[in-house]
């Protein structure tokens, strides 16, 4: 849905200033050895990566993420309306070009300017989805969390779980925090034209 392993890839190594084009011999190789991988859980494996290492992680290092937020094979996921099905909960926040990352809480919040708007996991679901990931020894999702309540809302509205929907809007103001005049605008001020897009 949306998702592309390739962007996912190049977002890893750029994250660390490695030009994928001149690498390609590497890129390549990591491309190659996440093939099986789902889509999904390669973007927790990269977010996670991106935060937590000083350059660019060995293959072995991405790989072993990826294993760590590989859902139990035994397990048979249920629908949720918070998580979907990966039991994992996200939330937008808006990082200034310049500036510590700031959670959206509430609608009211006004666009930072230039923020780039990026859906993060902070926790895991309280469902039977994220009760596996209660012994993963991974200090973001030991925690099981709810989303913010106006993404809770809005995801009904449109029909899709918190998770997916985070990522959608997350694009969204992404996209518009770049050419917002400096004038304090409401987040739910671009909603209504979501809904006629
Ligand atoms: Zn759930």
């Known amino acids: 849905m949306g998702l592309d392993k390739i962007e996912l890839l190049k ?12 690498n390609k011999g590497i890129f390549d190789h990591y491309l190659n050895k996440t093939s099986d991988t789902e889509p999904w859980v ?19 290092e991405l790989l072993n993420s990826i294993k760590r937020f590989s859902p139990n094979q035994e397990y ?31 609608l009211e919040q006004k666009m930072v300017k230039g923020a780039n708007y990026k859906s993060m996991i902070i926790g895991r679901c309280k469902c039977p989805n994220g009760n596996q990931y ?10 099981a969390v709810e989303p913010p309540e106006y993404l809770i809302e809005l995801s009904k509205q449109y029909g899709f779980d918190t998770a997916f929907y985070s990522d959608i809007l997350a694009k969204k103001w992404n996209k518009k925090s770049r050419n917002i005049q400096p004038v304090d605008t409401p987040l739910k001020k671009d909603l209504s034209k979501y809904d006629k897009s």
Do not use: M, N
């Open 134 to 143: 209660e012994q993963a020894g991974h200090s973001t999702l030991s925690r």
């Open 76 to 106: 048979i996921a249920t629908e949720c309306p918070l998580c979907g099905k990966d039991g994992l909960i996200y939330s937008i926040f808006a990082i200034p070009p310049s500036g510590k990352k700031q959670e959206v809480y509430s």
């Open 11 to 22: 977002e890893l190594f750029y994250g660390f200033g490695r030009d994928p084009h001149v």
């Open 42 to 60: 390669l973007k927790k494996a990269v977010q996670e990566l991106l935060t937590g290492c000083q350059s660019l992680p060995r293959i072995t």
